[in-house]
């Protein structure tokens, strides 16, 4: 089981808590929304990094790297000349109180 806790903003993938940093959690959590589906890198760079960001496209790829590291590398699959998605299920959100 792969559990998104937003109110505690960590993974637990298969009973291990995995800590990311806000950035790697918000990305987790966008791939997760839809598991599956695949997001292009600008698609990501615009959902996570204000407009007024000085911040390249690219650094969603060392994100995915890090991610990659954290939660295992075959947890994104990166399609060729496309983007990235999710490749784990099930996929469980919690979400925040409010």
Excluded at 24 to 53: C, Q, T
Excluded at 70 to 95: D, M, Q, R, W
Aim: aromatic letters at 8%; one cysteine or more; glycine letters at 4%.
């Amino acid at each position: 089981m792969f559990i998104v806790d937003c109110e505690k903003y960590v993974v637990n993938k298969n009973g291990i808590i995995v800590e990311l940093s806000k950035t790697e959690f918000e990305i987790i959590k966008l791939l997760a929304e839809v598991p599956g589906k695949v997001y292009n890198r600008k698609d990501i760079f615009k959902k996570i990094w204000p407009e007024e960001s000085n911040i390249k496209e690219r650094t969603v790829d060392v994100h995915i790297v890090n991610l990659r590291k954290k939660l295992g590398a075959s947890i994104i699959k990166t399609i060729k000349n496309v983007g990235y998605k999710l490749n784990i299920s099930p996929v469980k959100i919690i979400e925040r109180d409010e």
